[in-house]
């Protein structure tokens, strides 16, 4: 094995050493030698629901970039075929898709600031 992050086994006789071996082992043993069952699925349930949350708020800010983006594209068509017959059109559309980036924007930011 090698020296310097690996977990290193000394006389093969199960003693941990090294940075990431006995402190962390030693420590995680007593954390959950001292908690109960109940508590330690709670620590798993909030930890586990603080995961789900981040992922929900991440998913939502990319499904808004997606409308942002077809807003964009649907702007960027309107203009090349210039389209000045309906210009509330246009400026519904731009409407949106600012709109929709703002929302992108604070869900990636929600998602950031889960805790």
Same mark, same amino acid.
């Given at each position: 094995?090698?020296?310097?992050?690996?977990?290193r086994m000394?006389? %093969?006789?199960?003693?941990?050493?090294?940075? &990431?071996? /006995?402190?962390?082992? +030693?420590? /995680? &043993?007593?954390?959950?030698?001292?908690?109960?069952?109940?508590?330690? /699925?709670?620590?798993?349930?909030?930890?586990?629901?603080?995961?789900?949350?981040?992922?929900?708020?991440? @998913?939502?800010?990319?499904?808004? +970039? &997606?409308?942002?983006?077809?807003?964009?594209?649907? @702007?960027?068509?309107?203009f090349q075929?210039?389209?000045?017959?309906?210009?509330?059109? &246009?400026?519904?559309?731009?409407?949106?898709?600012?709109? %929709?980036?703002?929302?992108s924007w604070?869900?990636?930011?929600?998602?950031?600031?889960?805790?």
């Open positions: 094995m090698r020296e310097g992050n690996a977990v000394k006389n %093969m006789g199960g003693e941990l050493t090294g940075p &990431t071996g /006995a402190s962390q082992v +030693a420590r /995680a &043993t007593q954390v959950a030698q001292g908690l109960s069952v109940w508590q330690l /699925a709670k620590i798993l349930f909030r930890t586990l629901w603080r995961a789900i949350r981040q992922l929900f708020h991440e @998913i939502t800010g990319a499904l808004f +970039a &997606t409308f942002a983006l077809s807003g964009g594209f649907s @702007i960027w068509r309107q075929n210039q389209n000045v017959r309906l210009p509330w059109l &246009t400026g519904l559309t731009v409407f949106f898709t600012l709109l %929709m980036a703002f929302f604070m869900a990636f930011r929600s998602a950031r600031n889960v805790r």
